[in-house]
């Protein structure tokens, strides 16, 4: 059974940068053929996918949201992490990181974790 959990700050200022980190449990992040994303869900909107690594470390980014993103992978930990800069209230939402097989939907996902952009 996989298991994915997000951890990272609950809130942040604006114009800084968001970081939150997903732990893997188990399944190897590094395991062909998985796509680990980052979607997120503001207070009353729908989901919306911030982008993903890939088993071989490639990565892939929203276009609305490529120039503030950066994910990236420790393989020693089995995680993941999303950086998101210059944050504004509009980044206000419920985070999640989720695994998806390649040509297939999301199989597994974490609990999702707040974040809120406040001074």
């Known amino acids: 059974q996989v298991q994915l959990q997000e951890s990272g700050p609950g809130l942040v200022k604006p114009s800084q940068t968001l970081s939150l980190t997903c732990s893997v449990s188990g399944g190897s992040i590094t395991t062909n053929p998985y796509f680990w994303s980052w979607i997120r869900q503001p207070l009353g909107k729908g989901l919306e996918w911030i982008g993903y690594i890939g088993y071989s470390g490639s990565t892939y980014y929203s276009p609305s949201l490529k120039s503030r993103t950066s994910i990236s992978r420790d393989t020693s930990k089995n995680q993941f992490t999303l950086q998101l800069s210059s944050v504004t209230p509009e980044d206000t939402a419920v985070y999640y990181c989720?695994?998806?097989?390649?040509?297939?939907?999301?199989?597994?996902w974490g609990q999702g974790t707040q974040v809120t952009v406040s001074s």
């Open positions: 989720a695994r998806k097989p390649q040509e297939k939907g999301y199989d597994y």
